[in-house]
């Protein structure tokens, strides 16, 4: 196991730095309301300027939060000693796979096959 320990290193960085972009995130929400309340200009335009950095934030939140999601994820598996074995088939997800990837909780071939099943889920 000592080969995932700097794995491991890797997931504990890429968790505190998500964790940075989500509260920084938060952050510029907040001042991004002050600074509406306190304008006395409502015109069209910018409010769908508004709106579309709000969406676009949304977006990135989400990312963000998916990402960290998964660290902590396979945070926990180290933890648990089940740290590189897939969620799906429990078979060892290959080495080079988790260095390109250190978060994967998936196997190659069931990611694969995940993929192509959310697909072929979304109508048309
Ligand atoms: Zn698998």
């Given at each position: 196991?000592?080969?995932?320990?700097?794995?491991?290193?890797?997931?504990?960085?890429?968790?505190?730095?998500?964790?940075?972009?989500?509260?920084?995130?938060?952050?510029?929400?907040?001042?991004?309301?002050?600074?509406?309340?306190?304008?006395p200009?409502?015109?069209?335009?910018?409010?769908?300027?508004?709106?579309?950095?709000?969406e676009?934030?949304?977006?990135?939140?989400?990312?963000?939060?998916?990402?960290?999601?998964?660290?902590?994820?396979?945070?926990?598996?180290?933890?648990?000693?089940?740290?590189?074995?897939?969620?799906?088939?429990?078979?060892?997800?290959?080495?080079?796979?988790?260095?390109?990837?250190?978060?994967?909780?998936?196997?190659?071939?069931?990611?694969?096959?995940?993929?192509?099943?959310?697909?072929?889920?979304?109508?048309?």
């Amino acid at each position: 196991m000592t080969v995932f320990t700097e794995l491991y290193d890797r997931l504990k960085e890429e968790q505190k730095h998500l964790k940075n972009e989500l509260q920084q995130l938060k952050v510029e929400e907040k001042s991004a309301d002050e600074q509406r309340e306190g304008s006395p200009f409502g015109k069209r335009e910018e409010g769908a300027t508004e709106a579309f950095e709000l969406e676009k934030r949304l977006a990135l939140e989400r990312r963000l939060s998916d990402a960290l999601a998964e660290v902590e994820h396979a945070l926990k598996k180290y933890e648990a000693g089940t740290y590189g074995i897939c969620d799906l088939c429990t078979q060892p997800i290959e080495t080079a796979r988790l260095e390109a990837l250190p978060h994967a909780n998936l196997c190659l071939e069931c990611k694969v096959r995940q993929t192509k099943n959310a697909r072929s889920r979304t109508p048309r």
